[in-house]
């Protein structure tokens, strides 16, 4: 290229002078006075329209700049952006220039196959069943649904759940619990979490976030990258792993004041009933659990697992009301209330509709049972199958499959006769689950317990006659 | 029915506009200074364009017919912006630079290809510099202010990325074409 020289300002005009021009590197008169050389200069010009032309191409490329440098193939995804960008420029001209049917310009990325029992609030999304998905946000408030996306992902949303689609490869989970199944064409799909990137790599796994932050992932088959916010590099999971990030604290104390009043009424039946609870007076509430020594008296939840996959996890509840000051001999009708948490442990979608039995204890000297010293196995009393005698089964409930945290009453005659009979004013009762799981991650359901901030503890409401 | 006929130009159109965004989109920036001025003309072209998509002849050039377009908006906005404090570019110098890029046509798509390889060439530290100024859009000042630079210094090591990245594609074209 030849050199240009400006006798008035003494300028050399080259490539490094041209490249100032584009991070305004040049006084106005400096800049005026390449252009003039530009356009006298054929030479210069195509020098110039060379570099700026790589210039305009990276700022062109702007937003997929970082997905250019990943080595990784993350196929789609810009695409995906570019029809976005004119998906979102059609629908402004849409409504300034005529009106076309909106259902065909916006570009889909997924299906909504499935919807059991779903209830959705505050989604931009269509959520009937059959639903073509475009990107945007999905919040399910109860029940469980599933989604197919156009890669050939299947991603199943357990209430209560908010997930944003991004594209046929990619979702960002809010809150809530996914459990994604990858075939192969899908392999790289990706769920964000507020700070951490999951990467499948052919696989089924599960995530679980809290509000407070905190995410848990689990691996069912296969592999899956993860990458954090916070700390630098990638981590490798296989099968069976979990993996939990962020805050330790998985128990959320949020709870919905409209929640709360909703189940005020369910759990009030009437002026004539007397609602004791396990805080009152000798009461205790504690659930065990196998093979572990510790004490789980104190929790702000009582853990209820049946499986026979994993021993460890077994899990069962006792609770004891003090019915001091009560005529047990003139109760007419009872139930048992219990408000259901999410334990944050496990997926509901692992986990059929699950039955769960109320057992009574006749014994009465196990109602000494110490609610910070009593394990599993110092709970051997409690152990249903060794001695049968002891128990009397007396109601049963079942939870559905993804069915909201609303509360579970048990009400049965057999209850009724057996706190009407009791010989004593303490009653001390055994929460197991029946329904196992069909894999290893399934949901461990949670109550609130008497330690539950917000929550009402365990009830126990009776009536009696009127002598 | 006028309305499956609009879908199916709709479908049309926004076919042509996503295989020629990028090219477009790198077209309004070689030509426009400011880049959110870049970004105002673009959405004006694609109305445009989409109002005048009836002239548009099937299975001609759409980037070409595109870029006309775009042409007309940036000497066209550049009339009406005459407030702005930027310094104004002669629609001369304008002109004389489209021209330039229509004749590198197919020569300038080649380099845009190259790009992609030569991007991926960079060391962890120029991919630094090249995220801060154009994926998060930040000016010389802000990007020496990031990397604890002075902006002489950011503008530099800026400005060799940029010489590298234009050697590197000239490299892989000249190796694509013999």
């Known amino acids: 290229m030849r050199i240009t020289t400006d006798s008035d300002l003494g300028l050399m005009i080259d490539k490094d002078s041209i490249d100032r021009l584009f991070d305004d590197q040049l006084s106005e008169a400096e800049a005026k006075q390449i252009e003039e050389a530009i356009i006298g200069d054929s030479e210069l010009r195509r020098a110039y329209v060379e570099q700026r032309w790589l210039h305009a191409e990276l700022i062109a490329r702007g937003e997929e700049l970082p997905d250019l440098f990943e080595s990784k193939p993350r196929t789609g995804f810009p695409e995906v952006i570019g029809w976005l960008s004119a998906a979102a420029a059609i629908v402004f001209f ?13 570009p889909t990325v997924a299906t909504l196959i499935e919807a059991e029992n779903c209830r959705w609030s505050g989604s931009e999304l269509p959520t009937a069943e059959g639903a073509k998905l475009g990107a945007g946000r999905l919040a399910l408030t109860e029940g469980m649904a599933t989604i197919r996306f156009d890669s050939g992902a299947i991603v199943t949303l357990e209430a209560p759940t908010t997930l944003d689609i991004a594209s046929a490869m990619r979702a960002r989970l809010i809150e809530g619990s996914v459990v994604a199944d990858i075939p192969e064409s899908a392999h790289g799909f990706t769920i964000d ?11 089924r796994f599960g995530v679980t976030t809290t509000d407070l932050g905190s995410s848990h992932v689990f691996v069912f088959e296969g592999e899956v990258e993860v990458n954090q916010a916070e700390k630098p590099g990638t981590k490798l999971m296989t099968e069976g792993q979990s993996m939990r990030i962020g805050e330790e604290n998985a128990f959320s104390t949020t709870s919905e004041e409209g929640e709360i009043a909703r189940h005020a009424s369910l759990i009030a039946p009437g002026d004539d009933w007397v609602a004791i609870t396990t805080k009152e007076g000798r009461g205790k509430d504690a659930y065990f659990r196998k093979t ?3 004490s789980f008296g104190s929790d702000p939840l009582i853990m209820v697992k049946e499986t026979d996959l994993s021993d460890a996890n077994r899990r069962k509840a006792a609770l004891t009301f003090d019915l001091k000051r009560q005529a047990l001999h003139r109760v007419t009708d009872a139930k048992l209330s219990l408000k259901i948490e999410s334990s944050g442990l496990g997926f509901s979608s692992l986990v059929p509709d699950s039955e769960f039995v109320l057992y009574g204890v006749r014994d ?18 409690f152990a249903l199958s060794d001695n049968p005698d002891a128990y009397e089964s007396l109601a049963s409930f ?3 499959k993804g069915s909201p945290n609303s509360a579970v009453e048990m ?20 929460l197991t689950r029946v ?16 330690e539950h901030p917000s929550s009402p503890a365990p009830t126990l409401w009776i009536q009696t006659s009127q002598e | 029915m006028p309305d499956s006929e609009t879908d199916s130009n709709v479908e049309n159109y926004l076919e042509l506009l996503n295989s020629n965004e990028r090219g477009l989109s790198a077209y309004v920036h070689a030509l426009v200074h400011d880049r959110s001025d870049a970004e105002d003309i673009l959405q004006g072209s694609r109305l445009t364009m989409w109002k005048k998509f009836s002239d548009f002849e099937p299975g001609t050039n759409f980037l070409a017919w595109a870029r006309k377009i775009a042409l007309h908006q940036i000497l066209n906005y550049r009339r009406s912006q005459s407030r702005k404090p930027v310094f104004s570019t002669d629609p001369a110098f304008i002109e004389a630079v489209a021209e330039e890029i229509d004749r590198q046509s197919d020569e300038l798509s080649a380099r845009s290809e190259a790009l992609k390889i030569c991007l991926k060439k960079l060391p962890e530290a120029q991919r630094k ?19 604890g630079r002075t902006e002489g210094a950011a503008y530099r090591l800026l400005s060799r990325i940029r010489k590298a990245l234009n050697e590197c594609v000239s490299q892989q074209t000249q190796t694509s074409a013999s």
């Open chain 1, 94 to 106: 849409a409504s300034t220039v005529f009106l076309i049917s909106s259902d065909k310009s916006e």
């Open chain 1, 193 to 203: 979490t507020a700070d951490t990137e999951i990467i499948d790599l052919g696989t």
């Open chain 1, 292 to 294: 572990h020594d510790e």
């Open chain 1, 364 to 381: 009465s000297a196990m109602d000494q049972w110490k609610e910070n010293e009593v394990s599993w196995s110092s709970a051997e009393p």
């Open chain 1, 398 to 400: 079942t939870i559905k």
């Open chain 1, 411 to 430: 009400q049965s005659e057999a209850l009724t006769h057996f706190i009407a009979s009791h010989p004593d004013d303490l009653l001390t009762f055994v």
């Open chain 1, 435 to 450: 329904t196992g799981e069909n894999d290893k991650q399934g949901l461990v359901h949670a109550f609130a317990s008497k």
């Open chain 2, 129 to 147: 510099m090249i995220l801060f100024r154009y994926y998060e859009g930040f000016t010389i000042a802000e990007v020496a202010n990031k990397t």
